[in-house]
């Protein structure tokens, strides 16, 4: 099982299906990626940079399928949706996708059944049988791990914008941070603003 690749960004591709596959070289080898549209947006001014993508692995009808992802605690909360029945890859990316990292955390654990039936392919009955299988588990991962770095990220926002920068900019380099494993364990505002600062004015 692959836990992360990282690599150049080779191009990002919109297929019929309208599902992002990221092509990245690792190793003189390019791979194919499938990512959410946030990723998507995220990395398209990583063209020709390095990425790091965390991911998953699966097996469909004899062929793999790699399934990426910005953050660990990301990927993580894909493993544990696709553990529900009923729940495929593609259902769970999109959950992912449409409601976001938080926002989906949030309507598990407080029950918002309207939040999650808004996703296409989410009916009543799913959305009921993805919080009762998964409340329990995320309740105390949303306590220890999001509401700290959703603190630092609505600081860092108000701080950059003390500063002047434009919103539009700063949510671009917010959606790159966050795709950076190293900064996720750091909650000091100052080693945030360090780095958006350099991606800012680069």
């Given amino acids: 099982m692959f836990n992360y690749f990282k690599g150049h960004v080779i191009a ?5 299906n309208n599902r992002y596959i990221l092509i990245l070289e690792v190793g ?3 791979y194919e990626i499938q990512i959410t549209s946030h990723l998507a947006q995220a990395l398209e001014c990583q063209i020709n940079n390095t990425a790091q993508v965390f991911t998953h692995m699966q097996i469909k009808e004899e062929l793999p399928i790699v399934y990426g ?29 449409g409601l976001g990292f938080e926002q989906l955390i949030q309507a598990i654990v407080s029950e ?20 009762l299988e998964l409340k329990d588990k995320l309740t105390p991962w949303y306590s220890d791990n999001l509401s700290s770095t959703t603190e630092i990220l609505q ?21 790159i941070l966050i ?9 000091e505002l100052e080693q945030w603003l360090k780095r ?7």
């Fill in 12 to 16: 990002i591709n919109k297929t019929i």
């Fill in 28 to 30: 003189q080898i390019g």
């Fill in 69 to 97: 992802f910005a953050t660990v605690q990301e990927r993580d909360l894909f493993r544990q949706l696709i553990g529900v029945s009923s729940i495929g890859a593609q259902l769970a990316s999109s959950l992912i996708d």
């Fill in 112 to 131: 918002k059944l309207d939040s999650l039936v808004k996703v296409p392919g989410i009916g009543k009955k799913t959305a009921e049988r993805i919080i």
């Fill in 155 to 175: 600081e860092l926002q108000v701080t950059l914008e003390a500063l002047g920068y434009e919103n539009r900019a700063i949510n671009q380099v917010i959606k």
């Fill in 179 to 187: 795709t950076d494993e190293s900064l996720l364990n750091i909650l």
């Fill in 196 to 202: 958006a600062i350099i991606y800012l004015d680069s």
